[in-house]
């Protein structure tokens, strides 16, 4: 049974965005996730980003079950940051989010724990181990896929996973949150085909964030490019996953 959920924020000097997304985690939540044995929220952060830790050191360590990590700065977005941080988690659940979400859905940890925990017990009966599903009894290596409120969600013809929660076997069974090949952009379509094609998805629609991005195909969420962005776009570029060929990236889905 699932009780403990942990989220991953990377951030890099964006302390009034990660205030916005913070203060959305515990006020859309219920009391238990102020209680360190069902939640918490880890915030990397890099050792040279003197902003983030004093407006952490100032404000965010009122919230007791948010914690701070500090590392040497890398260019390594997935496996230096996500991969990182999931490797600290203690969490049934890992959530890879960041610090310009939102959080819209009420109560989202107790939605998030009763779904998941009905599907189990639904996977543990061996109800989906039949002709048209390969789930079998105790085989709980898969991944969740929220709404961004972007309009991908209901697009099935692309397998996007912005922000995913992937269960604490999933993580052990691959040793990785997102594969590393892709140093920033790109790796949700690569996580997202890797699970798809092991056939190990749960679509959870309740669970509904807001991406506050400045390319949101959601208007009402648009904000401007910052220089974080401007940052993230030019790691993107140097990474030849970005913008490869398509059998470049088949080779590293189906390497996973």
Known sequence: MRQKISMICPTRKRP???????????AKGT??????????????????????????????NNYKTTKLITRKRSKLFNKDYLTFGASKSSGDLIWGIADDVEILTDDWDRVLLNKINKFESIINRGMLANHFYSWKPKDLAYYINIDCSDGDF??????RCSFPIITREAFQKLNFFAPEEWKFWGADYALGEIYRRAGRVFSLSQ???THWSWNNNNSEYKRKKDSTNENSEKISSECD?????YQKEEDIILKN
């Open 16 to 26: 009034e965005m990660l205030n916005r997304f913070i203060e959305s985690v515990y």
């Open 241 to 245: 996953m970005v913008g490869a060929v």
């Open 31 to 60: 009391d238990n996730i102020k209680n360190d044995s069902v939640f918490e929220l880890l915030i990397i952060v890099d050792e040279d980003d003197d902003s983030t830790i004093k407006f952490f050191e100032k404000k965010l």
């Open 207 to 209: 669970i509904k964030v």
């Open 154 to 159: 209901e697009n099935f013809s692309i397998c």
